[in-house]
């Protein structure tokens, strides 16, 4: 059966609307304030999967493990549901582990996740199993391996109403190369979040995104980056939730987010000085950077046309300007506002842009956090043509 797929809008049926990855209909300006509209899907065809998504084999050399974590703010109220006294996030720790020591492949999403986000899509012919079942190559709770103070941390931030397994092909690839990785869900933006006893919270942010756009947009990425502060805090601190928190070398810390999430990695180094370096993955400014600048390393990395100097998002130019640090801004020939996820694994039958995505992202940490020389990050590179470099 073949299905088609209109520009953004409506009640998009199909395996194509995931790449869209942008609410549908009146939602889909959440990547992009009114000064940048959000990119929009052309008309395709394509077959239902009939197989559930299998992530690519991890590049680097060591084994990967993964751990789960349900963490409460006690401090704060959900900034969407204040009846809830305290702040609730779900949280994966990817990391090296030890080698040999087999066990099951982590779980990519739950059952009620799955159905949560294809409803929350509206797309009606893909099984959720294709998700809930999908192949990844962490082992769950695998032994940590490295030594004490070594690893760097990077934090992942997704997309609006998408689930921090969404970015797991890049947390399973930066942890192959000696990454700790820590995947946040951010509790009631995503189209639905596991929490413990059978719970599942939905999309109760998407109620004020649809209303006002510019106020949601300012409200969530100041939320965001109380939630990324926090996560250190519990990684970091003197009771650190995870056992293997202890190899984190706690000086070199970056972040990376993919459209809102990327959002949400400028305005955290403003506020958290522990964030060394961050990447914005085709995320508009909801929260400029100030005039007084972001001194730090940051890149931006997006689809072409719409991310391209004077393309329609007019929050890029205007923020890398305010970046006094090293900086890049590059963007992907023919890619879209999915092409920074897993999905296109599925809906273009291809690895290719997350190929990009990893390498780029890699590359950039290795830079930035451990100080190693990166070609592929000074300009136009014969290994990835599709890759574009502006000033």
Not at 142 to 157: E, I, Q
Not at 170 to 198: K, N
Not at 309 to 336: H, L, N, Q, S
Request: glycine share 12%; aromatic share 6%.
């Amino acid at each position: 059966m073949t299905m088609k797929i209109s520009p953004v809008g409506g009640a998009a049926v199909g395996l194509l609307a995931l790449l869209a990855v942008l609410p549908p209909a009146s939602s889909a300006a959440a990547s992009a304030p009114a000064a940048a509209p959000a990119t929009s899907v052309a008309s395709t065809s394509t077959t239902a999967p009939t197989t559930p998504l299998a992530l690519p084999r991890p590049s680097g050399a060591q084994p990967v493990g993964a751990v789960t974590f349900h963490l409460v703010d006690r401090s704060r109220p959900d900034p969407w549901v204040p009846a809830e006294k305290a702040r609730q996030l779900m949280v994966s720790v990817w990391y090296p582990a030890k080698k040999g020591g087999g066990g099951r492949a982590a779980p990519y999403m739950t059952g009620p996740e799955a159905q949560a986000f294809l409803e929350g899509r509206k797309i009606t012919d893909v099984p959720k199993e294709m998700l809930s079942e999908a192949r990844t190559h962490a082992v769950a709770g695998a032994r940590p391996a490295g030594r004490k103070g070594t690893l760097p941390l990077v934090v992942l931030s997704p997309g609006f109403t998408l689930s921090r397994a969404s970015l797991t092909s890049l947390a399973e690839e930066l942890s192959s190369h000696g990454y700790v990785v820590a995947g946040i869900d951010h509790v009631h933006e995503s189209h639905g979040t596991s929490l413990p006893g059978g719970r599942l919270a939905g999309c109760v942010a998407c109620v004020e995104q649809e209303a006002d756009i510019r106020k949601f947009g300012d409200k969530a990425v100041r939320g965001r980056q109380a939630d990324v502060s926090f996560v250190l805090d519990r990684l970091l601190g003197r009771r650190p939730v995870w056992k293997g928190a202890r190899l984190i070398d706690r000086s070199r810390i970056g972040m990376a987010g993919h459209s809102l999430g990327g959002a949400g990695a400028s305005w955290t180094m403003l506020r958290d000085k522990r964030v060394r370096a961050g990447i914005n993955m085709d995320g508009a400014f909801h929260v400029p950077v100030p005039e007084a600048g972001l001194k730090r390393p940051f890149m931006l990395m997006g689809a072409g046309e719409v991310h391209e100097p004077g393309g329609r998002d007019t929050t890029w130019a205007r923020d890398y300007a305010r970046m006094t640090g090293w900086k890049r801004w590059i963007t992907v020939e023919g890619g879209d506002h999915g092409s920074f996820t897993d999905y296109p694994l599925v809906t273009k039958g291809s690895p290719r842009e997350v190929e990009i995505t990893r390498a780029y992202v890699t590359a950039f940490m290795d830079r930035h956090l451990r100080g190693a020389d990166r070609p592929v990050l000074d300009g136009p590179s014969t290994t990835f043509p599709e890759v574009k470099f502006w000033k």
